[in-house]
Structures are given as structure tokens and as C-alpha cells.
């Protein structure tokens, strides 16, 4: 997705209207910024000596008490909320994309197999998917973590945390890849060249990776980045709910659960400017997404 | 047939266009006439691409945005067709018009029962009611020639065979008494001996009601049989027109001559198909000799035992579910069935649609495993009867050609790669560079040019792309080759280049061939020995020309005699 948004040109080019060329260049000016943090954050929110109890729950610069060192004031411990919310943008875009990439592996992976071995191996795959699909997300998620908590208990939690996140969502997500590589495997298993490779003999695991693979790719594109902006979501509920990452290496979602407490005491700007920046990113990269689906949904392409 | 009668269709000097995103204009028809007199069956024909489908659909006001048309006029029934409306004032598409289109399975909606598919329109165009509806569709039914037409009213489509169901379709078209009939296409999807019937029964409703049909297709056999007239198009434009035995016989644009010539006959076997132009034949012919320098010629020995046996080979298709307990459905494709191939002959199975042909082709290629029975190269056991796992040389001398070439090549891959890949796999090169250089060789011997390598394959046209799948299959040295269909999907023209080429790679690298066909025309030009298969059973195998011109079996008899040729043409029969 990163690589077509880095060329607007191109999506004018492929009939992008204006909406979807702003979302995208919204979504790659928050992606640049979450993952330039350490050069433009003005502080750094993980270093615990360069902030001070002192300067907690300032309002932000541009209110009448604001203090123009913290842009957008500083939270309950005293954390530029403005650092705070670039490095967890990066927390948060890390964890989506980190558990968008073990999905897509795991569910391309096992879709391949399925639809290309059929029978058993297919039922298997299929009946496992089923199940965990029979969850919802969230419920899932919780198990997943509360479960990696009791194995790693204490200190190495916080370590832990963004890699039992990425598991967690990871675990729900791959069945969507799962279930389309295997329908667009099976359609190409049928077709001709396919034969063509198992009578030239080839082992299955060539014919799969390198005749298949390539030809059932794009939907797989496009149902990324849906799944970026769903992941970037979960994290941000789990963390919410207090069992994501920990506020000494807050994400967005933490920065809100944070910011939650202090609402009703008048101090709102904790909580709404994460939340903000989480709206921003995951409608953007749906308007992207959703426009990406359509263009390459054969069904729904207009006949020229 | 009255010649003085209005026409129903007269079309003067036609043309449609259709706006491109560049700015430019595509012409599909240009210049197009054709006048259709009651009782009149007139033929367009011309190869994929050749605007015939166009005229048609326009003249059912069905041609598609952006296409236009630009210039011309269209009468129907003596009315005049306007294009602003895409109708002719009082003529009504369904009820003056009546549509044959090519496929019967998708033709009609399956989840409506035959009767309400038939009375839909008379309802509605006629007025009629449900009663009168009911019982003109009954007479429909059974002026179309179809057994039982009162049980048949309350059936679905899918519980009629495809003849059966053009049978309907032809009967929905006829619903409201049209003057003109728009077939396109009619027959293509259907067996031979189904096709005799549709056509007999289209040539009946022209002379029994006069009704003006006009007769999209490619097969110029269908045209020889039915046709009083001819239109022969060749990219978009009029090439040649006349009556059926003008045409046919003496053509005289050269394009009509090229493509008249081009199809198989069925009545004597030619060395080779006559092809317009074979240019680059010198240097194929040298890739070639290459090519047969580098296959080893281990096979001297062998010449005499056979190559390929096949022994009562038996394949079941079982469909089950995947639940404990849920029962499986059991269909025999092939019962039976033995036959041998000599090495260095080109061995045809010819049969309809679902009589097990392409199964055998599978369990030849190993795609398929055989329920019972076992299939011997050279002797050696390569599938059923304890074949083990199928490696190294064994799968090596058995390759394929597939029917579609628009899927059997990766699109997503150059040529160079899809063709290197047997070469790598087997070692057949020991450096990448050789490999490149036995790819170049392959394309060459193959009639195009090397630097075809560098291409994907959407760059070619369906016959290039049938050459390629043929460079690949030889790209593995094998010593047999199963070609299922080959040029089915290939224009007549077309499949007579590859047809030829087949030929002259057998000549040159002593190949075997085992050709699965349903048209025996070909069969017949290419074939030295021939099966009839029927509902998985082999029913004949005989010398190509023992079987064509002394057939034994009741079956084989009536296909030869069902499939429309060109030494039988319409109108000279009776003169004859």
C-alpha cells in the first residue's frame, strides 16, 4: 500500500477519485510521522528523566493556561502528549502492521494448502478457521494475551507486550486471508497452466509458490490494508481495556485509557487528541482500502 | 421463397463504432449490406473479431455502450431501426424479434421452470392468458421437437440435457410468431449429432414459416448445410457475398478462398493444410533440426513394440463429503478401455462431450489416477497396476498441450521463464545460458520469433499462444504428447497453422502423438490411427482411413454422417 501511495500519479492514473488521493496522502503524512518519532517528537516520552511530575495534566499551548513548551499539553505524569502520541502512533502502526504481516503469512500459507491439496488437508484448514471465527475478535484477543501474561509473568511483560498483541490479533485475522487465497487457489488449480506444471512434474511446493502464489496475490493487497486499519483498531481496544501495552510504552490506545480517567475532571485533551489521531489514521487507510477492494473486485468493475 | 415480399431484414451499408479511451475510433463493421427475404436462412461468418457478433447484437438493439452506430440504416420487417431508441417503430424485441444465443446452459434462468420462461413473453407481449399462454406453449414445445412437452413444462432447465434446452430457447424465440430469428452462434456449444437436430430444425421453421433467420457463426460445414445465403466478414468489413454454392465453391476474394481452404475435410486427407503465407519456414526448419539433433534417438530398437499401451483402463469419479457418514456419489468415466499407440504415429480418440476422453488424457499424463486397469510406457507400468510414484524420465516423456490457450500459460510470468522451467527441472541445459539458448530454439521451431522470450504472454494472440504451450510441451524432449483439443478454441485459419506445425514437428523429431478430439475432420487430417469412444467405452479403433471410409460400428457411422461438411452443400444436393 506504502509503495502506491508513494506515487500519487499512479492513482490518478488508475481512476482514484479526489477523496481517495487525500486519504492516502493523509495516511502516508501519519505513517511518516509516526515512524520519523524519535527525530521530530520534541521529547522523548520512553526516557523516564526528561519529564518532570511538575508539569502534569498542562493544558495545551494554545488554550489561555497552556505552557508553549508542550504543544498539546502533557498528561497525567507530565509526558509531552505530543511525543507521546507520535511514538504511539509508531507503537500502534508497528503492532497492526506487525500482526497484518503474521496473518497474511499464516492465512496465505494455509489457504495455499487447502485450496491446492483439497480433501482432507482442506478440511482441516477449514473446519480449524471455522472455529476461531465462531469468536468474536476482542473475546479472542483477551484469551490470547491473559493466557501469554500467565506465561510470562512480571517485569518481561512489558517486553512482551507488543509481540502477545501482534499474536493475539493475528490469531482472528488470518482466516479472512485464509479463506480467499483458498477460493482463488482453487480457481487457478483448474486451470491449465497448473496442469501444465504437474505434468512437467514439478514438486507441488514450486507449483504452489511460484505459479500460484503470484496469481492470487492482489486480493490478498487488498484485504492488508483493510486489515491494517481492523489490527490498528484491536490494539487500540486491548489497550484501552488495559491489557495492551503498558503506560511506560504507551500506544494510542493506552494514551486514551489514560487520558479516560481525567475527562470528567475538565482535563479532556489527554484523551481526545490520541483519539483523534486514531480516527484520522483508520478512516484514511479505510477510504484507501475500501476504494482498493472495489477497483479490483472483478464483480463490482465496470465493463468497458 | 417470394422474392417479392418485403425483406425482413435489410441492412444498407452499416457501420458501428466504438469510441476508444484515447481519443480514437474502433470500427467494428464497416460498410456492412445484407438483405434477408422470408423463409431465408443467410449465414455471416468470419473468424473471432470479425464483427459478425456485432451486426447481430445490434440488430437486436442490444450493442453495448460506447458502440454506436455511425453510419447506414437497418430495416426491420420494413420498418425502419432507429438508433436513438436501439428499436424500429413497432417492432419489439422478443416478440418480432426472436434470439438464439450460443450457450443453452446459461441461456435460460435456472430457477424458473420451463413453462414460465416460455409464457413470460406471449404473456406479456401478446396479452394472453395463463391458460391460452400454457397451451401455445405446449405446441411450441412440441414443434421444437421435444419428447413429453407436458411433463417437460413443469421441469427446470437443469433437468434437460443442452440439446434439449436449445430446444427451448428456439422455442421461447418462436413464442410470438417474429418475422426474423437472430441465431448466434447456435450450435457451438452442442455434440454433432445435437447440432444435426438444431440445424434440421432451424432449416424447417424457415421453410415451413417462413420466418427470415440470420445465422451467426465460424463453422462453415453449419453454413454448407443450412444456409441459402452467404456473408463471409473479415475485420469488420463485407468481404464476400452470395448464395451458399457460390460462395462455397468459388470463392473469390482471396481472404474467402484462404479461409474456405483452411477448413479440415472429412471426405479425403491432405499432407497439409493450405496456409497463407509461411513465412520464417527456414529458419523454423533449422531450430527443428537442432532440436532433433539434441533429442537422443534411444527408440531405434523400439520402433516396432508399441509406445503407450493402455489395459481395461477404469477411472471412477467419486464426489463425498467431508463429514464421517455423508455418502459419496460414484460415475464411471472410462469402462474398460485398451488400445495401444505405435511409436512414431499420430493415435486420434475422437467421441461427444463426456465420453471419458479427456479422462484418458489425464491418466496418460498422470494428472488423473485410474481406478483399474494400467496404462504401459514401454512396457513399464506408469500408472495403475502398482505404478509407483511417477519420476524423473517417465514423466519426462509424457507431455501436454491443453485446450484453452489463454489459461495454460502463468500470466504472470515472461516466456523465457514458463519455457526454461521443463529445461531447468530436468537438467537438460547445464548453464542458464544454454537453457536460454535451447528457449530461443524452442520459439523458432515453433514459428516465431526468439525474442518472443522477453514477453508475458498477454502479448499473443490465441494461436501464438497455442505455439507456445507447444514449445513448452517440447521443451522437456519428451517422446510422447498428449494433445487434448487443441484447437478448439483456435479460428479455423488458425488451427489450420497449428495443425500443420503438429505435423512438421512430428516429421522432424520422430515425436508420438495422441491426439483427444471431438471434430473428426481433424481427425481425419492428422490422424494414423483412430479410437471411438462413446459414454466411457472404446467402441472402434481402426487405420485412420479404414474408419473413415469403412466404418464398422453403428455409432461411428451415424456421427461421419452427422457432421456438416463442405462436399455436402445445401441447394446442390438436388442439382446433384
Given at each position: 500500500?506504502?509503495?502506491?501511495?508513494?506515487?500519487p500519479g499512479?492513482?490518478?492514473?488508475?481512476?482514484?477519485?479526489?477523496?481517495?488521493?487525500?486519504?492516502?496522502?493523509i495516511?502516508?503524512?501519519?505513517?511518516?510521522?509516526?515512524?520519523?518519532?524519535?527525530?521530530i517528537?520534541?521529547?522523548?516520552?520512553?526516557?523516564?528523566?526528561?519529564?518532570e511530575?511538575?508539569?502534569?495534566?498542562?493544558?495545551?499551548?494554545?488554550?489561555?493556561?497552556?505552557d508553549?513548551?508542550?504543544?498539546?499539553?502533557?498528561?497525567?505524569?507530565?509526558?509531552?502528549?505530543?511525543?507521546?502520541?507520535?511514538?504511539g502512533?509508531?507503537?500502534?502502526?508497528?503492532?497492526?502492521?506487525g500482526a497484518?504481516?503474521?496473518?497474511?503469512?499464516?492465512?496465505?500459507?494455509?489457504?495455499?494448502?487447502?485450496?491446492?491439496?483439497?480433501?482432507?488437508?482442506?478440511?482441516?484448514?477449514?473446519?480449524?478457521?471455522?472455529?476461531?471465527?465462531?469468536?468474536?475478535?476482542?473475546?479472542?484477543?483477551?484469551?490470547?494475551?491473559?493466557?501469554?501474561?500467565a506465561?510470562?509473568?512480571?517485569?518481561?511483560?512489558?517486553?512482551?507486550?507488543?509481540?502477545?498483541?501482534?499474536?493475539a490479533?493475528a490469531?482472528?485475522?488470518?482466516?479472512q486471508?485464509?479463506r480467499?487465497?483458498?477460493?482463488?487457489?482453487?480457481?487457478?488449480?483448474?486451470?491449465d497452466?497448473?496442469?501444465a506444471?504437474?505434468?512437467?512434474?514439478?514438486?507441488?511446493?514450486?507449483?504452489?509458490?511460484r505459479?500460484i502464489?503470484p496469481?492470487?496475490?492482489?486480493?490478498?493487497?487488498?484485504?492488508?490494508?483493510?486489515?491494517?486499519?481492523?489490527?490498528?483498531?484491536?490494539?487500540?481496544?486491548?489497550?484501552?481495556?488495559?491489557?495492551?501495552m503498558?503506560?511506560?510504552y504507551?500506544?494510542?490506545?493506552?494514551?486514551?485509557?489514560?487520558?479516560?480517567?481525567?475527562?470528567?475532571?475538565?482535563?479532556?485533551w489527554?484523551?481526545?487528541?490520541?483519539?483523534?489521531?486514531?480516527?484520522?489514521?483508520?478512516?484514511?487507510?479505510?477510504?484507501?482500502?475500501?476504494?482498493?477492494r472495489?477497483?479490483?473486485?472483478?464483480?463490482?468493475?465496470?465493463k468497458? | 421463397?417470394?422474392?417479392?415480399?418485403?425483406?425482413?431484414?435489410?441492412i444498407?451499408?452499416?457501420?458501428?463504432?466504438?469510441?476508444?479511451?484515447?481519443?480514437?475510433?474502433?470500427?467494428a463493421?464497416?460498410?456492412?449490406?445484407?438483405?434477408?427475404?422470408?423463409?431465408?436462412?443467410?449465414?455471416?461468418?468470419?473468424?473471432?473479431?470479425?464483427?459478425?457478433?456485432?451486426?447481430?447484437?445490434?440488430?437486436?438493439?442490444?450493442?453495448?455502450?460506447?458502440?454506436?452506430?455511425?453510419?447506414?440504416?437497418?430495416?426491420?420487417?420494413?420498418?425502419?431501426?432507429?438508433?436513438?431508441?436501439?428499436?424500429?417503430?413497432?417492432?419489439v424485441?422478443?416478440?418480432?424479434v426472436?434470439?438464439?444465443?450460443?450457450d443453452?446452459?446459461?441461456?435460460l434462468?435456472?430457477?424458473?421452470?420451463?413453462?414460465?420462461?416460455?409464457?413470460e413473453?406471449?404473456?406479456?407481449?401478446?396479452?394472453?392468458?395463463?391458460?391460452?399462454?400454457?397451451?401455445?406453449a405446449?405446441?411450441?414445445l412440441?414443434?421444437?421437437?421435444?419428447?413429453?412437452?407436458?411433463?417437460?413444462?413443469?421441469?427446470?432447465?437443469?433437468?434437460?440435457?443442452?440439446g434439449?434446452?436449445?430446444?427451448v430457447?428456439?422455442?421461447?424465440?418462436?413464442?410470438?410468431?417474429?418475422?426474423?430469428?437472430?441465431?448466434?452462434?447456435p450450435?457451438?456449444?452442442?455434440?454433432?449429432?445435437?447440432?444435426?437436430?438444431?440445424?434440421?430444425?432451424?432449416?424447417?421453421?424457415?421453410?415451413?414459416?417462413?420466418?427470415?433467420?440470420?445465422?451467426?457463426?465460424?463453422?462453415?460445414?453449419?453454413?454448407?448445410?443450412?444456409?441459402?445465403?452467404?456473408?463471409?466478414?473479415?475485420?469488420?468489413?463485407?468481404?464476400?457475398?452470395?448464395?451458399?454454392?457460390?460462395?462455397?465453391?468459388?470463392?473469390?476474394?482471396?481472404y474467402?478462398?484462404?479461409?474456405i481452404?483452411?477448413?479440415?475435410r472429412?471426405?479425403?486427407?491432405l499432407?497439409?493444410?493450405?496456409?497463407?503465407?509461411?513465412?520464417?519456414?527456414?529458419?523454423?526448419?533449422?531450430?527443428?533440426?537442432?532440436?532433433?539433433?539434441?533429442?537422443e534417438?534411444?527408440?531405434?530398437?523400439?520402433?516396432?513394440?508399441?509406445?503407450?499401451?493402455?489395459?481395461?483402463l477404469?477411472?471412477?469419479?467419486?464426489?463425498s463429503?467431508?463429514?464421517?457418514?455423508s455418502?459419496?456419489?460414484?460415475?464411471?468415466?472410462?469402462?474398460?478401455?485398451?488400445?495401444s499407440v505405435?511409436?512414431?504415429?499420430?493415435?486420434?480418440?475422437?467421441?461427444?462431450?463426456?465420453?471419458?476422453?479427456?479422462?484418458?488424457?489425464?491418466?496418460?499424463?498422470?494428472?488423473?489416477?485410474?481406478t483399474?486397469?494400467?496404462?504401459?510406457?514401454?512396457?513399464?507400468?506408469?500408472?495403475g497396476?502398482?505404478?509407483?510414484?511417477?519420476?524423473?524420465?517417465?514423466?519426462?516423456?509424457?507431455?501436454?498441450?491443453?485446450?484453452?490457450?489463454?489459461?495454460s500459460?502463468?500470466?504472470r510470468?515472461?516466456?523465457g521463464?514458463?519455457?526454461?522451467?521443463?529445461?531447468?527441472?530436468?537438467?537438460?541445459?547445464?548453464?542458464?545460458?544454454?537453457?536460454?539458448?535451447?528457449?530461443?530454439?524452442?520459439?523458432?521451431?515453433?514459428?516465431?520469433?526468439?525474442?518472443?522470450?522477453?514477453?508475458?504472454?498477454?502479448?499473443f494472440?490465441?494461436?501464438?499462444?497455442?505455439r507456445?504451450?507447444?514449445?513448452r510441451a517440447?521443451?522437456?524432449?519428451p517422446?510422447l504428447?498428449?494433445?487434448?483439443?487443441?484447437?478448439?478454441?483456435?479460428?479455423?485459419?488458425?488451427?489450420?497453422?497449428?495443425?500443420?506445425?503438429?505435423?512438421?514437428?512430428?516429421?522432424?523429431?520422430?515425436?508420438?502423438l495422441?491426439?483427444?478430439?471431438h471434430?473428426?475432420?481433424?481427425?481425419?487430417?492428422?490422424?494414423?490411427?483412430?479410437?471411438?469412444?462413446?459414454?466411457?467405452?472404446?467402441?472402434?479403433?481402426?487405420?485412420?482411413?479404414?474408419?473413415f471410409?469403412?466404418?464398422?460400428?453403428?455409432?461411428?457411422?451415424?456421427?461421419?454422417?452427422?457432421?456438416p461438411?463442405?462436399?455436402?452443400?445445401?441447394?446442390?444436393?438436388?442439382?446433384?
Amino acid at each position: 500500500m506504502k509503495t502506491l501511495a508513494a506515487t500519487p500519479g499512479r492513482f490518478i492514473r488508475l481512476g482514484a477519485p479526489i477523496s481517495v488521493i487525500v486519504a492516502a496522502i493523509i495516511a502516508l503524512i501519519l505513517v511518516a510521522c509516526a515512524l520519523l518519532a524519535s527525530w521530530i517528537a520534541p521529547y522523548d516520552p520512553t526516557d523516564l528523566a526528561s519529564f518532570e511530575l511538575i508539569n502534569a495534566e498542562l493544558p495545551p499551548a494554545f488554550t489561555a493556561d497552556g505552557d508553549s513548551r508542550f504543544l498539546l499539553g502533557t498528561d497525567n505524569q507530565g509526558r509531552d502528549l505530543l511525543s507521546a502520541m507520535l511514538y504511539g502512533a509508531r507503537v500502534s502502526i508497528a503492532i497492526g502492521g506487525g500482526a497484518v504481516l503474521l496473518a497474511a503469512t499464516l492465512g496465505v500459507t494455509l489457504g495455499l494448502l487447502a485450496g491446492y491439496f483439497g480433501g482432507r488437508v482442506d478440511a482441516l484448514i477449514m473446519r480449524v478457521a471455522d472455529v476461531i471465527l465462531s469468536f468474536p475478535t476482542i473475546l479472542l484477543a483477551l484469551l490470547v494475551s491473559g493466557i501469554a501474561r500467565a506465561i510470562f509473568p512480571g517485569a518481561a511483560t512489558a517486553e512482551w507486550a507488543p509481540v502477545i498483541l501482534i499474536c493475539a490479533i493475528a490469531i482472528h485475522e488470518w482466516v479472512q486471508y485464509a479463506r480467499t487465497v483458498r477460493a482463488a487457489t482453487m480457481v487457478e488449480t483448474a486451470k491449465d497452466y497448473v496442469r501444465a506444471a504437474k505434468v512437467i512434474g514439478l514438486p507441488p511446493r514450486r507449483i504452489m509458490l511460484r505459479h500460484i502464489l503470484p496469481n492470487v496475490m492482489s486480493p490478498v493487497l487488498v484485504i492488508s490494508t483493510i486489515n491494517l486499519a481492523a489490527a490498528v483498531l484491536t490494539e487500540a481496544t486491548l489497550s484501552f481495556l488495559g491489557v495492551g501495552m503498558p503506560p511506560t510504552y504507551p500506544s494510542l490506545g493506552t494514551l486514551i485509557r489514560i487520558g479516560n480517567e481525567f475527562v470528567f475532571s475538565g482535563i479532556w485533551w489527554i484523551a481526545l487528541f490520541p483519539a483523534l489521531a486514531l480516527v484520522i489514521l483508520v478512516l484514511a487507510v479505510n477510504i484507501v482500502g475500501d476504494w482498493l477492494r472495489d477497483r479490483f473486485n472483478p464483480k463490482l468493475r465496470v465493463k468497458r | 421463397m417470394n422474392v417479392q415480399s418485403t425483406p425482413v431484414l435489410a441492412i444498407d451499408s452499416l457501420r458501428v463504432e466504438y469510441p476508444l479511451a484515447n481519443g480514437s475510433v474502433f470500427t467494428a463493421v464497416e460498410n456492412a449490406s445484407l438483405i434477408i427475404r422470408p423463409g431465408e436462412i443467410h449465414a455471416l461468418v468470419g473468424e473471432s473479431g470479425a464483427g459478425k457478433t456485432t451486426i447481430g447484437n445490434t440488430v437486436m438493439g442490444l450493442l453495448e455502450k460506447p458502440g454506436r452506430i455511425a453510419a447506414g440504416s437497418i430495416h426491420i420487417d420494413g420498418k425502419r431501426f432507429d438508433p436513438a431508441r436501439g428499436s424500429a417503430e413497432g417492432i419489439v424485441l422478443g416478440r418480432d424479434v426472436g434470439a438464439v444465443f450460443q450457450d443453452p446452459m446459461t441461456s435460460l434462468n435456472p430457477l424458473f421452470t420451463i413453462e414460465s420462461q416460455l409464457t413470460e413473453a406471449m404473456r406479456f407481449h401478446l396479452r394472453l392468458d395463463k391458460a391460452a399462454a400454457r397451451a401455445r406453449a405446449l405446441e411450441l414445445l412440441e414443434s421444437v421437437g421435444i419428447p413429453e412437452p407436458k411433463r417437460r413444462l413443469k421441469a427446470y432447465p437443469h433437468q434437460l440435457s443442452g440439446g434439449q434446452r436449445q430446444r427451448v430457447v428456439i422455442a421461447a424465440a418462436l413464442s410470438c410468431n417474429p418475422k426474423l430469428v437472430v441465431a448466434d452462434e447456435p450450435t457451438t456449444a452442442l455434440d454433432v449429432s445435437v447440432q444435426a437436430q438444431i440445424l434440421k430444425l432451424l432449416r424447417d421453421l424457415a421453410d415451413g414459416r417462413g420466418i427470415g433467420i440470420l445465422l451467426v457463426t465460424h463453422n462453415m460445414g453449419v453454413v454448407a448445410q443450412i444456409a441459402d445465403r452467404v456473408t463471409i466478414m473479415h475485420r469488420g468489413k463485407v468481404v464476400e457475398t452470395g448464395t451458399t454454392e457460390e460462395v462455397l465453391r468459388r470463392p473469390k476474394a482471396s481472404y474467402a478462398k484462404a479461409l474456405i481452404g483452411a477448413v479440415p475435410r472429412i471426405d479425403q486427407r491432405l499432407d497439409r493444410f493450405p496456409v497463407l503465407g509461411d513465412e520464417g519456414k527456414g529458419r523454423a526448419e533449422r531450430a527443428r533440426a537442432e532440436l532433433r539433433a539434441k533429442a537422443e534417438r534411444s527408440n531405434v530398437a523400439a520402433e516396432e513394440a508399441p509406445i503407450l499401451s493402455v489395459e481395461n483402463l477404469c477411472v471412477d469419479y467419486t464426489t463425498s463429503g467431508w463429514l464421517p457418514g455423508s455418502k459419496g456419489h460414484r460415475f464411471r468415466a472410462v469402462d474398460g478401455v485398451s488400445f495401444s499407440v505405435r511409436s512414431g504415429e499420430v493415435f486420434g480418440l475422437v467421441g461427444e462431450s463426456g465420453c471419458g476422453k479427456t479422462t484418458i488424457a489425464n491418466v496418460v499424463s498422470g494428472l488423473v489416477r485410474p481406478t483399474a486397469g494400467r496404462v504401459l510406457y514401454r512396457g513399464q507400468s506408469i500408472a495403475g497396476g502398482g505404478a509407483s510414484r511417477r519420476v524423473g524420465p517417465l514423466r519426462q516423456a509424457i507431455q501436454m498441450i491443453f485446450q484453452d490457450p489463454y489459461s495454460s500459460l502463468n500470466s504472470r510470468m515472461r516466456i523465457g521463464s514458463i519455457l526454461s522451467e521443463p529445461i531447468l527441472f530436468y537438467r537438460l541445459a547445464s548453464t542458464r545460458a544454454e537453457a536460454e539458448n535451447d528457449v530461443a530454439r524452442l520459439i523458432e521451431a515453433v514459428g516465431l520469433e526468439a525474442e518472443a522470450a522477453e514477453r508475458f504472454p498477454h502479448a499473443f494472440s490465441g494461436g501464438q499462444r497455442q505455439r507456445l504451450s507447444i514449445a513448452r510441451a517440447l521443451g522437456a524432449r519428451p517422446k510422447l504428447i498428449v494433445c487434448d483439443e487443441p484447437t478448439s478454441s483456435l479460428d479455423v485459419s488458425v488451427q489450420a497453422q497449428i495443425l500443420n506445425l503438429l505435423k512438421d514437428l512430428r516429421d522432424a523429431t520422430g515425436l508420438t502423438l495422441l491426439l483427444i478430439s471431438h471434430d473428426l475432420a481433424v481427425v481425419r487430417q492428422m490422424c494414423d490411427r483412430v479410437a471411438v469412444m462413446r459414454q466411457g467405452q472404446l467402441l472402434e479403433q481402426a487405420d485412420s482411413e479404414t474408419l473413415f471410409d469403412a466404418p464398422q460400428h453403428a455409432y461411428t457411422k451415424e456421427l461421419l454422417s452427422l457432421v456438416p461438411t463442405l462436399d455436402r452443400i445445401r441447394g446442390e444436393t438436388k442439382a446433384a
